[in-house]
């Protein structure tokens, strides 16, 4: 069941192909290399998370090449391989201000198993 701070498999798969979500994937990058990545995701590894967060604009753009996400924002989604580092970087996000940032609890597992990686 999920709650109002998730989204699930099929919220996400849409929200991906139709450009809507920042999806900041917490995993480590060797764990990209070995187990593929969700296509429009961005890595910010869980450790660099709060720092990330708190660059400017611009040093978040060079680092990551993608804009930084606003604390308003509606659409950013966190996810990782199984759920479990989503509900540790969840906290640090909405502590930043991120406060309506979700997560997606099943991870690259769950997406894998129902849908692939790049």
């Known amino acids: 069941m999920e709650t109002a701070g998730e989204v699930t498999f099929s919220e996400l798969k849409e929200g991906l192909a ?15 290399q070995a187990d593929g990545r969700m296509v429009g995701s961005t890595n910010i590894p869980l450790d660099e998370l709060e720092a990330a967060l708190q660059m400017s604009d611009d040093a978040f753009r060079d ?3 993608v804009e930084k996400p606003q604390k308003e924002d509606q659409n950013i989604v966190l996810t990782c391989r199984s759920g479990r580092r989503t509900k540790l970087a969840l ?8 406060t309506r940032a979700k997560i997606y609890a099943g991870g690259i597992i769950e997406w894998k198993k129902h849908h692939g990686v790049d």
């Open 91 to 98: 906290p640090i996000a909405q502590r930043l201000g991120y």
């Open 63 to 65: 680092q990551y090449g």
């Open 18 to 32: 139709a450009g809507e979500l920042q999806v900041i994937d917490v995993r480590r990058p060797e764990e990209l």
